[in-house]
């Protein structure tokens, strides 16, 4: 456990999964914000606003935590991956500045004018002040799924004199296909993760009798939001980007599905335990030849086993890569069933009186941000060994200079930091959760004459 | 185009320093010049909408930084690996001191808030002067342009020096004082009354002690960098810099005392860019200095990608930074004037 390696891979995966537990709920809760905005002013119904205040107070917190620990990301590329960064600077530095300079100062500056500037602005100001800070969060993602999506399909660049990588094709870079197919496939488990959320709040106070003219809206648009972006996770984009994977990464996909051997018409896996010393699976559930139709729509399609690659060039970690695949395929499985059972239920209207039903939305809310955490476990390992693939290896590219120990030092801080971020995080939402969703204190509602004097 | 991308990076770091200075001085000043739980209140209110955007231009040069310069990127940030992982550490106590105290309804949590808040800036600007302080001194560089420093070794100016050492340490005090000043001017334009009165006094304390300061760094930094002359020798109108540098510190006293509340402000402004382009003017082409053999340098040229990529994103850049400063007009046009201590806002700002 003193190898360098390990601890600065530790330290980014721990910090960026952390991280990533705020803005999937921000990206995805910001469109559904814009959504209430919007039937507030199309249907002129206070109940909409009061509805989209109380999400921009949880949104609101949720994105400090995301600032706060996304900071850290950004520097850790140059004082834990300082080779990678020399060599790939020219590269990837481009999309994370573009980050900063269109998507940081546009999602700080709406954001404040959106949270602390009802009352100084109109109605229709303040629904463009929520769609620019939606606008902002998806654009921010965007660039930095770009930048993942050159460490995983490395597109648009050549090498200078000096060994290091320049982009070449600023589109090329921009549009890279990986990227599109990600992008798509990332948000739409943003909006999953959104949508369940305002469900289970909806379906926490349907059930315990309290605002329950919110719970109805909560519930009704959540379900509506996440049924949509259930299907969509599937199909195009899970799909898509499992196409891009079987194209680009063969190796990985066989790791994924732990298929050890080379065989024609390769069954699915549902569960098992894989077992790389034996090359097998223990105990497994299986669908026969659902892989080869999946990969190429054809049930006895050649599938490409882990045995037809070298083995250095093995993802270093086949079960939990297999493990994560699989948790987010099952998940995303069963937020498919639950959003369609509710969503038929909301549709006879019966499900503001099925309280089993309820139940479930409530209890549910947790799942999206395993399933979401799952899949970019799998997207990250399964570019292992590679830290930029076919390009530069993991191991090549760790800040030499940082020893283990100094390592371990920063990755212990950040674990207790994190935890009082945690606990604060809970207490607060918590809080808000129990205040519900209340109107503006009358005075405070926007007022032509309150513009003039705050513009004074 | 290297070195425009040299001057955009310094430009966008005095803008940070410019912008998030004037917040985090006056969040080392706010429990001094604050007595009471609303007064504290009110001088957040003064930086509460700007404050995160303005931590943005950190993350922005920061980003320039990266890509125009992967080397010195990669070298410097796994070189200040334990500083910069602190000014993380800080930068995330400092964010929830303010957040925390705004949604806190506690007035024992709001006074933890409040001094998390506090030792978070005082800590950072303390960090953000040693940090130049170490680019100006050098850092022992070895052949592949890449170091590590200790926190401190033997706190002397040598060829083993640590992050801290009486050179570096003298810098983060003058850049504690210089910001604490700077935000304390920022908080006499932005409030009346009481609050208006003590950081005035604040400023009339401090500003004796920034001028010898800033007159005892120069010495400093000329007896243990007499390279760093170089450039001025060779262009003597760079001697316009501290000029800049001490004028506008007699300006701002000279304003100061007559009451003129944004004309001091400005002059501390100028002072800090003056302070921050003198160190880039005296490096130049340098961008990170070897403490032992100047082969080692780290300079524009050996550290800069390649021109495809300097051309387009001078042509991003130069659109994105034209919305980030009409975002930034806009914001501060929004909440400009004072702020009252009237506490009927219950949206926090």
Redesign the interface.
Same mark, same amino acid.
């Given at each position: 456990m003193e190898s360098a390696l390990l601890v600065h891979r530790l330290h980014f995966a721990f910090t960026v999964t952390y991280h990533y537990l705020f803005p999937q709920l921000t990206m995805g809760l910001a469109p559904l914000i814009v959504v209430l905005k919007t039937l507030a002013l199309w249907k002129k119904d206070e109940r909409y606003n009061n509805a989209a205040r109380f999400w921009a107070k949880i949104f609101g917190i949720n994105f400090v935590l995301g600032v706060v620990t996304g900071i850290p990301m950004e520097f850790q590329f140059g004082t834990n991956w300082s080779h990678f960064s020399r060599f790939a600077g020219g590269v990837i530095g481009q999309t994370l500045a573009m980050e900063g300079l269109f998507a940081f100062f546009l999602e700080s500056t709406f954001l404040g004018l959106f949270l602390y500037g009802e009352k100084r602005l109109s109605p229709k100001m303040h629904w463009f002040a929520a769609f620019m800070v939606f606008f902002g969060s998806w654009l921010s993602g965007y660039f930095i799924v770009a930048t993942d999506a050159w460490m995983q399909h490395p597109v648009g660049y050549e090498t200078l004199p000096n060994g290091t990588v320049m982009v070449n094709s600023f589109w090329g870079l921009i549009l890279n296909r990986w990227a599109l197919w990600q992008y798509a496939h990332n948000m739409s488990g943003a909006v999953i993760t959104g949508a369940f959320v305002m469900t289970a709040i909806g379906a926490y106070y349907l059930l315990s009798k309290k605002h329950v003219d919110q719970g109805q809206i909560f519930v009704r648009t959540g379900i509506i939001a996440g049924l949509i972006a259930s299907c969509l996770q599937l199909f195009p984009t899970g799909d898509g980007q499992g196409r891009m994977i079987a194209q680009h990464q063969p190796v990985t996909l066989a790791a994924m599905e732990a298929l050890y051997n080379t065989q024609p018409g390769a069954p699915l896996l549902i569960m098992g335990q894989p077992d790389s010393h034996k090359g097998s699976i223990d105990n497994p559930l299986a669908v026969p030849k659902m892989l080869s139709f999946l990969t190429y729509k054809r049930w006895n399609a050649e599938v490409k086993g882990l045995d037809a690659f070298p083995k250095e060039d093995w993802p270093d970690n086949i079960p939990l890569l297999y493990y994560s695949y699989h948790i987010m395929v099952g998940l995303g499985t069963i937020f498919i069933a639950v959003m369609l059972v509710s969503a038929f239920l909301l549709w006879r209207k019966k499900l503001f009186e099925a309280r089993w039903m309820l139940w479930i939305l409530m209890l549910s809310a947790p799942f999206p941000y395993i399933a979401n955490t799952a899949g970019w476990l799998t997207a990250e390992m399964g570019r292992q060994p590679w830290l930029v693939y076919g390009v530069m290896r993991t191991a090549e590219g760790y800040s030499k200079m940082v020893s283990a120990g100094n390592g371990w030092f920063t990755l212990l801080g950040f674990m207790g930091m994190y935890t009082v971020l945690s606990i604060l995080f809970l207490f607060l939402v918590y809080r808000e959760i129990e205040h519900g969703p209340v109107g503006l204190p009358s005075g405070d509602k926007f007022t032509k004459e309150a513009a003039v004097v705050s513009a004074d | 185009m290297p070195t425009l991308w040299f001057l955009i990076v310094a430009l966008m770091l005095v803008a940070y320093v410019v912008l998030d200075g004037f917040d985090l001085g006056a969040g080392a000043l706010h429990l001094v010049i604050g007595r009471t739980d609303e007064e504290r209140a009110t001088v957040i209110r003064t930086i509460?909408?700007?404050w995160?955007?303005n931590?943005?231009w950190l993350?922005?040069a !920061?980003?320039?930084l990266?890509?125009?310069?992967? @080397?010195l990127?990669?070298?410097?940030?796994? !070189?200040f690996?334990?500083p910069?992982?602190m000014v @993380?550490?800080l930068?995330?106590l400092r964010?929830?001191g303010i957040?925390?105290r705004v949604?806190s309804k506690s007035p024992v949590w709001r006074a933890f808030f409040d001094t998390i808040f506090a030792a978070g800036s005082v800590l950072l600007a303390i960090f953000y002067g040693a940090a130049l302080g170490n680019v100006v001194r050098g850092v022992p560089l070895n052949t592949e342009g890449?170091?590590?420093l200790p926190l401190w070794t033997n706190w002397r100016v040598g060829p083993t020096p640590g992050i801290l050492d009486w050179y570096t340490v003298l810098s983060g005090v003058l850049a504690l004082v210089a910001l604490t000043v700077h935000g304390g001017l920022y908080v006499t334009t932005k409030t009346e009354g009481t609050l208006n009165e003590r950081a005035r006094k604040v400023v009339s304390v401090l500003w004796p002690a920034l001028a010898i300061l800033t007159v005892l760094s120069l010495i400093a930094t000329v007896a243990i960098r007499p390279v760093l002359l170089t450039n001025f020798k060779a262009q003597p109108l760079g001697y316009l810099i501290p000029l800049l540098v001490f004028g506008s510190l007699i300006a701002l006293f000279f304003y100061h005392s007559k009451g003129r509340e944004k004309s001091a402000f400005i002059c501390s402004c100028l002072y800090l860019a003056g302070m921050l382009g003198g160190a880039a003017y005296a490096v130049y082409p340098n961008v990170l200095m070897a403490s032992g053999d100047a082969a080692n340098n780290l300079t524009i040229a050996n550290t800069v990608?390649?021109s495809?990529?300097m051309l387009?994103?001078i042509r991003?850049?130069s659109v994105?930074?034209i919305?980030?400063i009409a975002?930034?007009v806009?914001?501060y046009r929004?909440f400009r004037?004072k702020v009252t201590t009237a506490a009927?806002d219950?949206?926090?700002?």
């Open positions: - | 509460g909408p700007v995160d955007g931590e943005v993350l922005a !920061g980003g320039a990266y890509f125009a310069f992967p @080397l990127y990669a070298s410097a940030f796994s !070189g690996y334990l910069l992982m @993380l550490w930068l995330m964010a929830i957040e925390f949604h890449y170091f590590f990608t390649g495809y990529a387009i994103a991003w850049w994105g930074i919305f980030a975002y930034f806009f914001l929004m004037g009927g219950s949206h926090g700002y």
